[in-house]
């Protein structure tokens, strides 16, 4: 299982929360999702093997956000 901490500009309330964590979490592969707000985080645990960290990172995309 890899970790990983994205930095994600844009995010502003719960909603946003709900959409990232919703639509990464439902991605093949994704074992946990957990949005930081406040430190405009994203941790995200995956099998690799299932997902890449560019799908990932797309589908965060998709939702509106910037990922750095």
Do not use: F, P, R, W
Request: glycine fraction near 8%.
């Amino acid at each position: 299982m890899e970790k990983i901490t994205l930095n994600v500009q844009g995010m502003s309330c719960g909603h946003c929360v709900k959409a990232i964590e919703g639509s990464v979490g439902e991605l093949k592969g994704v074992s946990k999702v957990k949005v930081n707000l406040e430190d405009s985080k994203v941790d995200v645990e995956y099998n690799a093997s299932e997902v890449s960290l560019d799908t990932i990172k797309e589908t965060i995309d998709d939702q509106g956000y910037d990922v750095q």
